[in-house]
């Protein structure tokens, strides 16, 4: 079994239709303490998928989270 970021070529990276890549570099962002820029990244994300539900609930989570 190979490690599946060498897997991932850096063009996966900057395609703005991979959703799942954009959604882990949001949940990182969140899990950094940047929640307000990983929400608004979300929102840039929502834009190519929208009504996703993994996207509104981590945008839920943020909102919940926020003192």
Not at 44 to 56: A, C, G, S, W
Request: glycine share 4%.
């Amino acid at each position: 079994a190979s490690d599946w970021s060498s897997d991932v070529c850096s063009s996966d990276l900057t395609d703005p239709k991979n959703k799942q890549l954009r959604i882990a570099k949001a949940s990182g962002l969140k899990g950094a303490g940047k929640k307000m820029e990983a929400f608004l990244y979300l929102d840039e994300v929502e834009k190519d998928f929208p009504n996703d539900p993994t996207i509104l609930q981590i945008q839920a989570d943020i909102v919940a989270e926020h003192d």
